[in-house]
Nanobody
Framework: QVQLVESGGGLVQAGGSLRVSCAAS????????MGWFRQAPGKEREFVAA????????YYADSVKGRFTISRENAKNTVYLQMNSLKPEDTAVYYC?????????????????WGQGTQVTVSA
């Protein structure tokens, strides 16, 4: 089993930056591709960003493209999401997810492991 633990969420003003992290433990070799999703109150969970197993490929939702950057440090079993130029509509619980697939995965059903989430709140 793989455990994913997010950290780094918090409150930030619009236009500010925040970096959230996701640390993997357990059978980490079972989780290859990684992704970030978010869920705002009253809305469905949506895809934010994904990175391939080795880190050579990334993919972003249109709503965050150019503002967010996903990266990973495999030696530390950690994935990051750097969020710049934050907007109030970015407010949500951000979830880290892992998949056994090696490439970039964008669908919820493609992921096998999930963290508990970290709250990101952007004030106007």
């Amino acid at each position: 089993q793989v455990q994913l633990v997010e950290s780094g969420g918090g409150l930030v003003q619009a236009g500010g930056s925040l970096r959230v992290s996701c640390a993997a433990s357990g059978r980490t070799f079972s989780s290859c591709g990684m992704g970030w999703f978010r869920q705002a109150p009253g809305k469905e969970r949506e895809f934010v960003a994904a990175i391939s197993c080795i880190g050579g490929s990334t993919y972003y939702a249109d709503s965050v493209k150019g503002r967010f950057t996903i990266s990973r440090e495999n030696a530390k079993n950690t994935v990051y999401l750097q969020m710049n130029s934050l907007k109030p509509e970015d407010t949500a619980v951000y979830y880290c997810a892992g998949t056994v697939f090696t490439g970039v995965a964008v669908r919820i059903r493609e992921y096998h492991y999930w963290g508990q989430g970290t709250q990101v709140t952007v004030s106007a």
